[in-house]
């Protein structure tokens, strides 16, 4: 269905009926900006299954969750861990490069910013708003900036 994105569109439908460059937008405000081309086909896909529906509204369609889609919904919470922690390995695999540019290399720190992505992403997928992740990361963001 879509695996981790899957799950987060859901979970942000879950929440309120949006477009699908309302969706990407959301997801851009945590950093997970997914492109047209994986969104709306998933949305077609969702819809065909009968786990979201849409209405024309303007010039655009908005998604709003169903009933199946919330049985699936909590189905896919139900194994967030497992999911989150697949995410997180491909998130891993880039990160070696990353922390090596910056000389975080490995240890705690690494730990503790995977830690970080886990918690972001399994908090989309449960509908928490992008909004309030986005202003919890400034907010971290800030207090690490102040420590120099």
Do not use: H
């Not at 189905?75 to 967030?80: F, H």
């Not at 497992?82 to 695999?93: A, F």
Request: proline content about 3%; glycine content about 12%.
């Amino acid at each position: 269905m879509g695996g981790n994105l899957g799950f987060a569109v859901l979970g942000l439908l879950g929440q309120a009926p949006l477009s699908g460059y309302a969706i990407i937008k959301r997801l851009g405000q945590v950093g997970w900006t997914p492109s047209t081309g994986s969104v709306y086909p998933l949305l077609e896909s969702m819809r065909a299954k009968g786990l979201v529906s849409a209405a024309a509204q303007g010039r655009s369609k908005v998604y709003s969750i169903t009933s199946s889609g919330r049985k699936e919904l909590a189905s896919l919470a139900s194994s967030r861990d497992e999911r989150v922690e697949r995410m997180v390995g491909r998130i891993r695999s880039i990160c070696p490069a990353i922390d090596k540019r910056s000389g975080l290399a490995n240890g705690r720190l690494e730990a503790e910013l995977a830690e970080l992505r886990r918690g972001a992403i399994a908090a989309i997928a449960a509908g928490v708003s992008p909004e309030r992740i986005s202003g919890a990361l400034r907010e971290a963001k800030a207090r690490i900036r102040r420590m120099s």
